[in-house]
């Protein structure tokens, strides 16, 4: 049976530790990667579903807004401590140094390229209601394509709790018990990883907010209509030791075979 296959999309320079373990993922989860980038792109007839995935700030003029100016900006990140950092290394040395060595620091001022083809993929794939999951920057784009807004600095929301950028599971979310995130997690509480500055502000049209953080930072968005559209503002495909998070990867496949077989089908006389 041939696999279905999932378009992963991302920069051309950089990202590839994202690629790396976001394929894994997927071919664990039993799809047929492919990568899609402004260099290398690829139409939406290729893939049977779509993953956008993180990096650059989604440029504020897709929402109507100036972008703010970075001197104004100011992140309150919290280190991670000396234990908590050396488990880090002990347990996963794959994955923090692979993500340390493989990803660039300038992506993080935008990526127009990426904007412009991530918008169209999104806008054909909705279109034709092919599953999507967007991660992080993917999760933030997708609700700018529905129409809704981010908030371009986050720093308002850490004056009392602290805001973690780490790629350990430390960030408690809540998420919705009549969501299907919740059903596809099998939980209403769990840790995640925490790699962003920015967040959905307002949610786009049948977009509903499934996940926050205990200060109302939005963690997760689905679609009300479409049963396989959702973003996620965490990394699952950097925790690979998490069932809950390789369930997203998992999901997304049985979706796309589900939809490519549908449609592969013929009608009945």
Not at 175 to 197: G, Q, W
């Amino acid at each position: 049976m041939n696999r279905p296959v999932i378009g992963i999309t991302g920069p051309d320079r950089g990202g590839l530790a994202a690629w790396i373990f976001g394929s894994l993922a997927v071919r664990y989860a039993g799809g047929k990667p492919i990568r899609i980038t402004p260099g290398r792109p690829a139409g939406i007839d290729r893939v049977d579903a779509l993953i956008v995935g993180g990096g650059a700030d989604v440029d504020p003029a897709l929402y109507g807004e100036h972008p703010l100016n970075p001197g104004l900006r100011t992140l309150r990140r919290q280190s991670p401590s000396f234990w908590r950092f050396l488990t880090t290394l002990l347990l996963f040395p794959v994955i923090w140094s692979l993500r340390r060595l493989l990803s660039t620091k300038h992506l993080r001022r935008g990526d127009p390229g990426r904007d412009t083809l991530e918008s169209r993929l999104l806008e054909e794939a909705l279109q034709r209601e092919l599953p999507i999951l967007g991660i992080c920057r993917g999760a933030q784009l997708l609700n700018v394509a529905c129409g809704g807004s981010l908030h371009q600095d986050l720093s308002d929301f850490y004056n009392e709790s602290p805001d973690l950028w780490t790629i350990w599971p430390q960030k408690l979310i809540h998420i919705e018990p009549d969501s299907r995130l919740a059903r596809t997690m099998k939980r209403t509480r769990c840790r995640v990883n925490s790699m962003h500055r920015q967040a959905i502000r307002e949610t786009g049209v049948r977009l509903r907010v499934v996940a926050q953080e205990p200060n109302a930072v939005i963690q997760a968005i689905e679609h009300m209509d479409l049963p396989c559209v959702f973003g996620v503002q965490w990394h699952p495909e950097y925790l690979p030791q998490r069932r809950e998070q390789r369930a997203l990867f998992r999901r997304l496949v049985t979706h796309a075979c589900y939809r490519r077989d549908s449609v592969r089908r013929p009608a009945s006389p």
